[in-house]
């Protein structure tokens, strides 16, 4: 069955730390992978999305994942956090069908 | 150009009861999709409408009913509501793009089973 993975359930960090939040996938053929962030009070919102070609995929606010096949992983990073990332993080991956699995989220939270 | 809109906000019902939530989609979308969200949970896919059939569907059970309408607009109907239906739901819009689409989400219904 597909589902999407994430191991950190909640990261602490300090302000300019660096991040990366594991994600990992477990189905084959082709994948469109997504990271969505949550802000306190705020709706899931688009970070950064991959369907395919390079597999360094740039999103807002400073954020980017690598696609690594043969780890079927999608690691979301950032060189340096601030303050207002403090949000919960969701990894998501599906088929060209549409549906989307969800991973449980990692809550980050940034300490000044 | 507005996102997507989701009403009611919030919710109370009690067990047994019935529900209608309601989606609009984001401007230029033909697809919606439906998600619950538990509690320290991530979203669960309920099902998918295109041109008003249900394209998809997760593993919920004949409780959870849906309708697309011709402005692509939908509702999410649950009947005989259990205390475990207690959750956000999610609306998501995107435009069908050949295996590349982009989900876009409401705000969430937050849904309360007495």
């Known amino acids: 069955a597909q589902s999407v993975s994430q191991h950190n359930h909640h990261v602490i960090l300090s302000e300019a730390a660096s991040l990366e939040l594991g994600c990992n996938y477990s189905y084959g053929g082709t994948v469109n992978l997504f990271w969505y962030v949550q802000y306190p009070g705020q709706h899931l919102q688009l970070l950064l999305k991959y369907f395919s070609g390079d597999p360094l995929v740039k999103g807002i606010k400073g954020f980017e994942a690598e696609f690594i096949k043969s780890k079927f992983s999608f690691n979301l990073r950032k060189p340096s956090v601030q303050w207002s990332d403090t949000a919960e993080y969701f990894c998501?991956?599906?088929?060209?069908?549409?549906?989307?699995?969800f991973g449980r989220g990692t809550q980050l939270t940034v300490w000044p | 150009d507005a996102g997507v809109t989701q009403s009611p906000t919030h919710l109370i019902k009690t067990r047994g009861q019935q529900v209608t939530l309601r989606c609009s989609p984001k401007?230029?979308?033909?697809?919606v999709s439906w998600y619950q969200q538990a509690l320290g949970q991530g979203p669960q896919f309920i099902f998918q409408?295109?041109?008003?059939?249900?394209?998809q569907r997760g593993n919920f059970p004949d409780r959870f009913s849906g309708h697309q309408f011709p402005n692509y607009s939908s509702e999410l109907n649950v009947n005989a509501l259990l205390l475990g239906d207690s959750a956000l739901y999610l609306c998501a819009s995107s435009l069908l793009a050949g295996g590349r689409e982009t989900q876009y989400f409401g705000p969430g219904t937050r849904l309360l089973v007495l």
């Open positions: 998501a991956g599906g088929s060209t069908l549409g549906r989307l699995y």
């Open positions: 409408y295109y041109e008003e059939e249900e394209r």
């Open positions: 401007s230029g979308h033909d697809t």
